[in-house]
T-cell receptor
């Protein structure tokens, strides 16, 4: 069972607010990822990090930003939330020691922007 | 054309049935293949990796056909608890950066009925 946590699990917020979605893992994994998934749709990678002070944008363009100051922590920030940001955000980490670098997911944050 | 394609289903089968899903991928340099399971409104969880020689885990069998660029998942003796969406996941190929990222299929929905 993976030890990766996300808070909040659910967030309803008004347009224009700044939000930070938290993700932490206690497995010591260097690689971490943020995905966005709309209902009935596939996962899209929006950010990834291969270690402290390393962040890259993923395949899907996103107005969010991320930081990686500590190995275990990979927060995602939206400076000004909009209704188009409504989605589920899933954080994952991977262990290069495992065959084929299996990714482990947190429970996700469901964001609703009014 | 999507990089990873799956029949979204839904597949409705009775308990005890055998069901098979296929998934095709477009990047011939892909090296790693997985099947993940995602329950409704939950995070994806690894079901099994797919190895070149094929592999089996209890009632689940995964096969890889590199020549035709598809992978398959066979579920024998279906249980009610197998009802979920099954995600085909493929990496982009060798090397660092973008080439190592995972590409997620839309998923195939399975409903096992009593």
């Amino acid at each position: 069972e993976a030890d990766i946590y996300q808070t909040p699990r659910y967030l309803v917020i008004g347009t224009g607010k700044k939000i930070t979605l938290e993700c932490s893992q206690t497995m010591g994994h260097d690689k971490m990822y943020w995905y966005q998934q709309d209902p009935g749709m596939e996962l899209h990678l929006i950010h990834y990090s291969y270690g402290v002070n390393s962040t890259e944008k993923g395949d899907l363009s996103s107005e969010s930003t991320v930081s990686r100051i500590r190995t275990e922590h990979f927060p995602l920030t939206l400076e000004s939330a909009r209704p188009s940001h409504t989605s589920q955000y899933l954080c994952a980490s991977s262990d290069p020691g495992r065959p084929q670098e299996t990714q482990y997911f947190g429970p996700g944050t469901r964001l609703l922007v009014l | 054309r999507k990089e990873v394609e799956q029949d979204p289903g839904p597949f409705n089968v009775p308990e005890g049935a055998t069901v098979a899903f296929n998934c095709t991928y477009s990047n011939s340099a892909s090296q790693s293949f997985f099947w993940y399971r995602q329950d409704c409104r939950k995070e994806p969880k690894l079901l099994m990796s797919v190895y070149s020689s094929g592999n089996e885990d209890g009632r689940f069998t995964a096969q890889l056909n590199r020549a035709s660029q598809y992978i398959s998942l066979l579920i024998r003796d279906s249980k009610l608890s197998d009802s979920a969406t099954y995600l085909c996941v493929v990496n982009r190929g060798r090397g660092a950066g973008n080439n190592r990222k995972l590409i997620w299929g839309l998923g195939t929905s399975l409903a096992v009925n009593p």
